[in-house]
């Protein structure tokens, strides 16, 4: 289905009518975007255009969420492809949960992978602000102290965001590939953060330099899936990276970053690219998106995390 044609002419309808229309063409292709990998993953029983529903009852990205669903049952009324009856359905559950405002955690974690790829739409700048307020309200720390730092960055240094991107590459593959979740519109680099005499008080053991970095490690891990939860349950998706070959060097384009070990966890935040393959920044080369959540064994997808039993025990020790 042509969704670019369905998007204009929505949009040109919604023009005459009120000042939503601004918007109304990125709220849109979040919809139709979220309605296609329904379609592409059937096994999911609609969990995009569930979240997508959430994200609009939170009102995130709409002002008022009747131009919203207006603008959403508009796309009903103009799809004709087949399976009609599946998007009409998609869409019905999308506008329910909008009116309704339930819950959605179930859908959130369900929803939540690992982002490889994003499109070019950027997300508000105010919704970062408000999860990295969310982040330091909320989110646990030990002693509160907080021993990492978070540098957050979009593309206003283009050169900077590439150089990072070309420290991820994979060395063991030929010709090299690269993490291109780092392209993200919004990037965050975590590194560790020098704390002060008067910070480390009476914790002496923050001194030594192997407990502080495990402690420090432990707090980005969690910080980092606060937000990457943050996030989701705002619509917008997350891709992880710790593949940083350059850290040693590129630690130096950043005056307040700790400078002996560098950014060790890059989060990169937007919305998810249905697109099968990108443009290498490095190279000029259009390159395949890696997705290593499943792979082929004699064509049987399968999965590299281990079983339950193996990592998570209940009272063994008795």
């Known amino acids: ?9 929505v949009v040109g309808s919604l023009t005459k ?50 131009n919203t669903v207006e603008a959403i049952k508009a796309i009903r009324s103009l799809y004709r492809d087949k399976p009609a009856s599946k998007v009409i359905e998609l869409i019905d559950n999308m506008i329910d949960i909008i009116e309704s405002e339930n819950n ?20 508000d700048k105010s919704v970062i602000d408000k999860i990295l307020w969310e982040l330091h309200e909320h989110s646990p720390s030990k002693q509160r102290k907080t ?32 993490n291109s979740q780092t392209l993200a519109p919004y990037l965050l680099v975590f590194s560790k953060r020098n704390l002060s005499v008067e910070e480390i008080g009476l914790n002496d053991e923050l001194n030594d330099w192997i407990h502080f970095h495990n402690v420090a490690w432990n707090e980005i891990g969690m910080a980092s899936m606060f937000i990457a939860l943050s996030a989701l349950s705002k ?19 950043f005056p307040n970053m700790e400078q002996k070990d560098g950014p060790l966890l ?3 935040l937007g919305y998810r690219s249905t697109d ?20 082929e064994q004699d064509g049987v997808p399968y999965d590299r995390k281990p079983p339950f039993q193996k990592y998570i025990g209940f009272n063994e020790y008795k």
């Open 235 to 253: 619509g917008i998706d997350h891709g992880f990276c710790a593949c940083i070959r350059n850290a040693k060097t590129i630690c130096k384009e």
């Open 104 to 123: 959605f955690w179930d859908t959130v974690i369900k929803t939540r992978q690992q982002t490889f790829l994003f499109n070019e739409i950027i997300p």
């Open 266 to 268: 890059y989060l990169g």
């Open 17 to 66: 009518k009120n000042s939503y229309a601004e918007k109304c063409s990125r709220d849109l292709r979040l919809v139709t975007d979220a309605i296609q990998q329904d379609l592409d993953n059937p096994m999911l029983n609609g969990a995009f255009t569930r979240r997508a529903g959430y994200s609009f009852a939170n009102a995130v990205f709409a002002d008022g969420t009747g």
């Open 276 to 295: 099968k393959t990108y443009t290498c920044p490095i190279n000029g080369t259009l390159e395949p998106v890696f997705n290593k959540n499943f792979e």
């Open 1 to 9: 289905m042509d969704w670019n044609h369905i998007i204009n002419t």
């Open 147 to 178: 021993p990492y730092r978070i540098d957050v960055l979009d593309w206003t240094n283009q050169q900077l965001r590439r150089d990072i991107y070309a420290g991820t590459y994979t060395p063991d593959e030929s010709p090299d590939r690269f």
